[in-house]
């Protein structure tokens, strides 16, 4: 069979409508550039708060604070044997304003607490608190004393609570890790 004679004027016709149905097809997928910049800034935004969340939960800075016998876990806590800060439990700071956990060991007398709320007012934010050990979580074998309070969220909010009495630096660290998943957003409570 003899092949059609080429003819150029229908083949630049059927350029023509071809690059039209094409363009046709695009547009709808097409953004408009305030709505692209928009997203970015969306993008730029999330991944910002991702990034300050990230180091937030990398950098956690204690307070250098003990109340009684627990106060000796704490020490141990902060030793090589830990070796708390190879996951970013920093150096006990020795002032509130550059710290942000408040690690509360120890039971917690009645004259005390208004000392503990103004450490704790001076806290960088935002700020968390651990009750380590029995006496900070509940009152411990004081708890029905005349002088110490039954808990250490009585007077604080508590974000993470940890066990013993006395309490193992072990579980402490565990709570440092509850407490990083916390912050993270892993977990709720
Ligand atoms: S929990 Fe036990 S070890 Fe800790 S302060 Fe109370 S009595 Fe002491």
Redesign the pocket.
């Known amino acids: 069979m003899e092949a059609p004679p080429y003819e150029k004027e229908r083949f630049l016709n059927a350029e023509k409508e071809m690059s039209e149905l094409v363009r046709a097809s695009m547009s709808k997928y097409e953004s408009k550039p305030n709505v692209m910049f928009a997203k970015l800034s969306e993008v730029s935004k999330a991944l910002s708060k991702g990034l300050v969340n990230w180091s937030r939960v990398r950098s956690l800075w204690p307070l250098q604070f003990g109340?009684?016998?627990?106060?000796?876990?704490l020490m141990d806590f902060g030793s090589a044997r830990i070796d708390a800060e190879r996951r970013g439990y920093l150096f006990f700071r020795a002032t509130p304003r550059q710290a942000d956990v408040m690690v509360v060991?120890?039971?917690v007398t009645k004259s005390m607490v208004p000392e503990i709320k103004r450490l704790y007012e001076q806290m960088l934010t935002p700020k968390y608190v651990i009750a380590?050990?029995?006496?900070?979580?509940a009152g411990?074998?004081?708890w029905e004393s005349y002088n110490i309070i039954k808990g250490i969220d009585q007077v604080l909010p508590v974000d993470v609570y940890v066990v013993?009495?006395?309490?193992k630096p072990e579980n402490l660290y565990a709570g440092f890790m509850k407490l990083q998943k916390k912050i993270g957003g892993e977990i709720e409570d």
Do not use: D, K, V
């Not at 380590?132 to 979580?137: F, K, P, W």
């Open positions: 109340l009684s016998c627990c106060a000796m876990e060991a120890g039971w380590y050990g029995e006496c900070a979580t411990g074998p004081w013993g009495c006395p309490p």
